[in-house]
T-cell receptor, first 112, second 114 residues
Framework: QQPVQSPQAVILREGEDAVINCSSSKALYSVHWYRQKHGEAPVFLMI?????EQKGHEKISASFNEKKQQSSLYLTASQLSYSGTYFC?????????????FGKGTLLTVNP | SAVISQKPSRDICQRGTSLTIQCQVD?????MFWYRQQPGQSLTLIATANQGSEATYESGFVIDKFPISRPNLTFSTLTVSNMSPEDSSIYLCSVGGGTTDNYTFGSGTRLTVV
């Protein structure tokens, strides 16, 4: 089941903050966040696990509400290098092959 | 994290022909995944390839169109068969060990079918 991301796009000025949301209709074991720049492969940012463990970057944080099956990615003091498309990927609880299903993505543009 | 070498990086192919994409991983991995990313779209899982067993295909993808080989724990190929312009996409392989691991992607193969 494809997770739903919002917003579809956001435009920021350098230094501003952004929040990207990801929700699923299925119980989740983990949520993964990736950033993809045009013409490049997705790059891992963050993983959030059932039970609250979080792994990722210092300047990018995220939350995972297991009960609501929702995750949010927080980008603070945005930099020009943050521009790209952000995808959340979800692994459903009870799955047998650790399939990662991606949302449709959020296009983030950071302007000077 | 594993490092994946994927090739070719891009190709332009005639309709009706086939293209085989290769992914080499620098470490042994149990599962490898193949994704398709159509222009401006998200990543869609084609199949999961485990060494020593048949690949598991997602809904909408069939083995005759996308045959996969997984001869060992560090290598896999995806063939796009009997291509049409609708197959023009970026194809990516990925490895990830489990629900607690991040998934690493190859650099992708940009395929254009004319």
């Amino acid at each position: 089941q494809q997770p739903v991301q919002s917003p579809q796009a956001v435009i920021l000025r350098e230094g501003e903050d952004a929040v990207i949301n990801c929700s699923s209709s299925k119980a989740l074991y983990s949520v993964h966040w990736y950033r993809q720049k045009h013409g490049e492969a997705p790059v891992f940012l963050m993983i959030l696990l059932k039970g609250g463990e979080q792994k990722g970057h210092e300047k990018i944080s995220a939350s995972f509400n297991e009960k609501k099956q929702q995750s949010s990615l927080y980008l603070t003091a945005s930099q020009l290098s943050y521009s790209g498309t952000y995808f959340c990927g979800t692994v459903e609880s009870g799955g047998s092959n650790y399939k990662l299903t991606f949302g449709k993505g959020t296009l983030l543009t950071v302007n000077p | 994290s594993a490092v994946i070498s994927q090739k070719p990086s891009r190709d332009i192919c005639q309709r009706g022909t086939s293209l085989t994409i290769q992914c080499q991983v620098d470490s042994q991995v149990t599962m490898m995944f193949w994704y398709r990313q159509q222009p401006g779209q998200s990543l869609t899982l084609i199949a999961t390839a485990n060494q020593g067993s048949e690949a598991t295909y997602e809904s909408g993808f069939v083995i005759d169109k996308f045959p996969i080989s997984r001869p060992n724990l560090t290598f896999s190929t995806l063939t796009v068969s009997n291509m049409s312009p609708e197959d023009s996409s970026i194809y990516l392989c990925s490895v990830g060990g489990g629900t607690t691991d991040n998934y690493t992607f190859g650099s992708g193969t940009r395929l254009t079918v004319v």
